[in-house]
């Protein structure tokens, strides 16, 4: 595994704030060796560093109380959602107490006329869209993961949908949150904009919970399209590929998804999910609109991508199709662990201007190579965002650390392409070391906002910054 | 008038930085009384509280030298761009520099292939349009004003378009600023999206440059459409309208603009503008996609309007009758003013959900019958947000005490209803008293991160916070 910076530990005070814990929350406070470390990471090759103990709130109140405690005795509070973020966000690197939300998930108003809804934190994607169905809604943002909304907030997270629908900092309209001294504040209103002062919302999104504790989340909806139509396209070469990208985002095609697929990806989506496709670069792409709407413009993309050489262009809006599609692509993280049976499956992400991403896809194929890495990549080259899924024996040092010469590079390459080291991952504890190279001076504001807000250094200590 | 908090002033700090500054800039410095004036407010019925100079730079660099210089004596700062915000936020409480920054206005990079573009602040909207147009883009929010882009971003502006393309805060890629302590910073890069670090970005847009100056935008520009319809649709009553913008929305129809006009802006438009429009409630659209996409929006919209009782629906593709539409919508302000020639016109806005938008536009005109006052309304009803213009005889002190009445009524019941005090306008000095009544405890820690980004509190301010 990869080292994690360990900071030093409170030990005074973190026995103290768990032994009032313990007395106020009984059996909502656990400190079991294994509920403790599956608090910790779980999908990064980073060191698990697991936290003292898990409480587990079920309200608002619960958790400013928590804080409250915490705070009094200088401990960390780490929040907690699914645990499927991808830097090592969870991490206790000084101990303290997790804060499991997924005990407040409950769905608390749907205003279909104003479509948006208000929900707790532990609320998953897929439950809310479940919950959304039948009254014709539902919530766009779709990082891969059933994360929780919580979650999905705290690390700005993005997805397939993005292209089209935004990430979470365009998709929440509101935030209830405890603040590192445990007061709660509410960060809006219900209005679909609003000029009010600072931006708390947008503050809070993307702090990855080190500034405060998520507990309550006003979202955006979209009413479920008439239409949806999926498409699929092979492309001789990455970069003829990107072009017809870039063609049909400047032509003004509001495109849901536009999902780029190496030809080891594809590969790999073959063998996995029994598919037949040509085994070069891949496009998948999803329409919303009317019925006409929707057909429109799938019919306009094959003409496009005919231009760049496209071929085996093909468009369906049959549902049981669109899925099995879709359903490959979301199989992909398994499907490329299949290339090399035993492998972890390290995930990265990077995103670049939209020109750029040719070049930088392909400079990222031939470094892999370079350094005799499996590292087959999937984007969402709507928004010039692509993955590398790093496939490593983690029992050969000399390749961990090829895989971390090869993250670093690509994050550097990414940040000299006018681009970011995380699209939607979020910085963690993986990438503090390129979030000054890519912003600067900048780092030093962040750093100033955070001691205003969090003087002792409690909320979440470690992550983002240096 | 109404009057405006005065600050105690920094005398021999101001004398000493405007010495060093009039060293430095020369003729680029001026205290004549005329041009202070022209740099307090312009557009308000607060005070004209003048800055002691106005100095205007050509760079980042001159700007970070002026910041630096008043840091050093503590004096104040106020960044001015076209000087057309509402809510009196370039006056000067506590007099200081004001920094013009009109004459740094290059448009310094047009990016086509990823649609962004990188321009200085003092670049206007319609100066942004007019370059972009042979290369088949625009920038598509239009705040009514020909404000400049650095401006829009600190008031966090909108307009007609937002209820497609959203507001400043969803178009705007990154930005270069300069901190309160001289320091030139960048919070992002050109990428779409960036989970990278604290959301800096959308804390300096919407700040109304209390946190800093922006020296430097990189926006995110749009594909000009295929297809443009316009469409006008008259209503019996302003309740109907609102029910057919609601089904609108909710059907997903993605209308570009969707703008209501009460009876008696209607009135107005017609005596100014040469129309016949029938005087009572108007929704005038517009719809952007493809030929047959834009027609088709068009007319699913006319079915919803029909049942909501609208007539007179009207949709056109021409340049000239839609010109002709927007035009006088855009020429509103004036035409308002016709109503009673004289008379002030004091523009307000509120914006709430859209399910209370009815009942909070019909009380909102009860009322202003109920005090005798004169209040068109204007509403930029996909997103719930609307402006009354009052008309008020500055010299009758108590019809101005009605009017101020009026407007605390107003932001009351927005904020009652879920909504915001400002929808667009911001908080400057005007609607300070209601930024708490509106965020209660968040306004704290808006308060701690203005004290840990500009202890000195020299960055415009007696703006936005208590």
Known sequence: ??????????????????????QRFGDRLQTSAAIREQHGHTTTWI??????AVVFPHSTDEVAEIVRT???????????????????????????????????????????????????????REDLNTHLRDQGL??????GANASLGGMAATRASGTNAVRYGTMKDNVLSLEAVMPDGQIIRTGQRAKKSSAGYDLTRLLIGAEGTLG?????????????????????SFPTVDAACQAVMMTIQYGIPVARIELLDDMSVRAANAYSGLSLPETPLLLLEFHGSESGAAEQAETFGQIAGEFGGTDFAATSTT??????????????????????????ISTDVCVPISCLADCVTRTQNKAVELGLLAPMVGHVGDGNFHSLLLID??????????????????????????????????????????????GAATRYMSAIKAALDPDNIMNPGKILP
């Open 1 to 22: 595994m990869v080292q994690a910076t360990t900071l030093p530990r409170n030990e005074a005070g973190i026995e103290t704030a768990i032994g009032i814990l313990k």
């Open 47 to 52: 060191d698990n560093q697991s936290p003292d």
């Open 70 to 124: 915490c705070a009094a005795h200088k401990v960390p509070v780490i929040p907690f959602g699914t645990g499927t973020s991808l830097e090592g966000h969870v991490n206790a690197p000084a101990g303290g107490v997790s804060v499991d939300l997924m005990q407040m998930n409950k769905v608390l108003a749907v205003h279909a006329g104003d479509l948006d809804c208000v929900v707790q934190p532990g609320v998953t």
């Open 138 to 143: 539902f919530f766009p943002i779709d990082p």
């Open 213 to 233: 504790i998520i507990t309550e989340l006003t979202l955006r909806l979209q009413g479920i399209p008439e239409a949806i139509t999926s498409a699929r396209c």
């Open 320 to 345: 049981e199709e669109r899925n099995k599609l879709w359903q490959a692509r979301h199989d992909m993280y398994w499907a490329c662990l299949q290339l090399r049976p035993g492998a972890r499956g």
């Open 394 to 439: 983690m029992d050969d040092a000399d390749e961990v650390a090829k895989a971390e010469t090869f993250v670093g590079w690509l994050n550097d390459l990414a940040i000299s392409m006018e681009g970011t080291c995380t699209g939607e991952h979020g910085i963690g504890q993986g990438k503090r070391p390129y979030l000054e190279r890519e912003l």
